[in-house]
């Protein structure tokens, strides 16, 4: 484990390094990081300019629930969607071979070795989001609500990781995996509301089907203290879920991987 | 005209088949107009308690499945496609053709919309049959106005798209500029709500850009919002921005190429 956590670090150093190399790159996508923000804050805001309350949250809770949406896609772009990207690269290019006569775990490799720092900027701007819906709640959050908070929004990151592992071992025998991450990306949209704000269908298919409910609607109302235990349990259990899954498609993937060409 | 009628022939039917290599691709692309859907469903559940500045569930739905078409129909990529060009020095090549390369990509994206439209508009006219009251003005001389003012609206994109391309010419980063005019047409052309339910400044101000042109518009005309002299009068100024638009391009054009220099051999 501290192997493993000491790996990452290096790997962390490694992209940081490479990616100071192209610093007009990293401005512009810092840049791009604060307008796509403010596009989706202006997205949410126009709605209560219109109304008090949307699927029962006023403005100031639904920021929470837009602030957590900013983060979740600032880690999709700061780390899933680089290796995502890689490991189709590799499988279509016969590179993947170099990774797995590595003498670490290959989902591991595969799927933590890249990051891209500019992305960094979406996480300080949901996080802003966040304690600026809270101050205009004038709010704060009781140690058992931060602790939830913490609990739910960790098992939504898990959540999100397994997902993003799955499709990425999915290439492995579909290679055009970018298309179902564009997919996710498209759906992943409605998790800007809170999922109240759909109607009966809509909100089932995406708290059960797909659980894009439990990476922002369920950590915002932890933070609110507005979560009952069945849901946090749920969370967690969803979590593990996920988790489950990447790794026993892994383990199938690379079972059969007969590598490219030769 | 004959040689334009057989050179768009020509061009059209290398895009279809090109289209039809990456149909696939293509309908993942449209997913993301479902950022539409999203909209209008959270639009439904407030105006299920009555209408919002004028507008009731039928109007949200109406406006947004039209909008869907129009934003379908009006998609553009062609700064991409000059970006990778650039960079890539696959450019020369299409310079030596006897034909200004626009052409081609012109071609290409209607050829899009061919297959965009299969898929688009069956499932807009079935969800606008299923809505009781669905507010739509079908008599011909609006089919008319929406069709012009939606080929008008598509001209205004490119023309823009294309005009922020050619900065690649000049710029390693141009992918920047073609991703805020994305963004920009999301939020003010009335795509992820329709511009009155904007404060009144914020309308009044917006009136004046070219952004409600490129989908606002025609959806309005579509619902019979739009009507009279307020319908002509927004086709002139929608035509004067797609005259300005094409005009920059071509400024625009004309500048990269005295200074290009191909990349590679």
């Not at chain 2, 009731?56 to 000059?82: H, K, P, Q």
């Not at chain 2, 297959?115 to 688009?120: E, F």
Request: net charge positive.
């Amino acid at each position: 484990m501290r192997r493993y956590l000491r790996l990452w670090l290096t790997f962390l150093k490694a992209n940081l390094l490479l990616e100071l190399e192209y610093r007009a790159n990293m401005i512009a996508g810092a840049a791009l990081g604060v307008f796509w923000a403010g596009v989706s804050f202006v997205s949410v805001a126009v709605f209560y300019t219109q109304t008090e309350t949307i699927g029962g949250w006023n403005y100031a809770q639904a920021l929470v629930v837009l602030g957590l949406f900013v983060i979740t896609q600032g880690v999709i772009s700061a780390l899933l969607y680089p290796n995502l990207q890689r490991v189709v690269e590799m499988v279509r290019e016969g590179t993947m071979d170099f990774v797995l006569i590595k003498p670490a775990d290959a989902q591991f490799l595969a799927t933590l070795r890249f990051a891209r720092y500019s992305s960094l900027v979406d996480l300080t701007a949901g996080a802003l989001v966040i304690l600026f819906a809270l101050q205009q709640m004038r709010y704060s959050p009781s140690w058992s609500a931060l602790l939830t908070f913490v609990a739910t929004a960790l098992a939504g990151l898990l959540t999100l990781y397994g997902i993003w592992a799955s499709m990425a071992a999915l290439a492995f025998w579909f290679v055009k995996i970018e298309n179902l991450s564009e997919l996710f990306q498209s759906l992943f949209e409605t998790a800007r509301f809170p999922v109240s704000a759909y109607s009966g269908v809509v909100r089932f298919v995406l708290t059960f089907v797909l659980p894009i409910a439990f990476l922002t609607t369920v950590p915002a109302q932890a933070i609110i203290g507005a979560l009952d235990t069945p849901l946090l349990v749920a969370a967690v259990g969803i979590a593990a879920l996920a988790l489950a899954v990447s790794r026993w498609l892994w383990r199938r993937a690379l079972r059969n991987y007969t590598s490219a060409s030769s | 005209m004959r040689h334009w009628l057989r050179m768009y022939g020509a061009l059209l039917r290398m895009g279809w088949s090109t289209v039809m290599e990456y149909r696939a691709q293509i309908v993942i692309w449209m997913t993301n107009s479902l950022l539409m859907v999203t909209m209008m469903l959270v639009w439904l559940g407030i105006s299920s308690a009555g209408p919002v500045n004028g507008y009731t569930s039928a109007d949200f739905v109406a406006y947004f499945m039209i909008g869907w078409v129009v934003r379908n129909l009006t998609a553009v990529w062609v700064s991409w496609e000059l970006d990778y060009r650039i960079r890539e020095g696959k450019l020369s090549p299409m310079l030596l053709r006897p034909m200004h390369p626009i052409h081609h990509d012109i071609a290409f994206h209607w050829a899009e919309k061919g297959l965009r439209s299969v898929i688009v508009l069956p499932i807009a006219a079935l969800v606008l049959l299923l809505t009781p009251n669905a507010p739509l003005k079908l008599d011909v001389p609006t089919l008319l106005a929406f069709t012009v003012s939606l080929f008008m609206a598509w001209a205004i994109k490119f023309m823009i798209d294309f005009s922020l391309g050619v900065l690649a010419f000049w710029l390693s980063q141009a992918s920047a500029f073609f991703e805020v005019f994305y963004g920009l047409t999301l939020v003010l052309t009335g795509a992820i709500a329709p511009l009155a339910m904007f404060p009144e400044a914020i309308q009044q101000a917006l009136w004046w850009s070219p952004f409600p042109y490129m989908l606002s518009f025609p959806v309005e005309i579509a619902l019979g919002r739009i009507t009279g002299e307020a319908l002509t009068l927004g086709l002139g100024v929608q035509a004067a921005w797609a005259l300005l638009c094409t005009a920059v391009a071509a400024l625009m054009w004309r500048l990269a190429l005295r200074s290009y220099t191909a990349v590679g051999a």
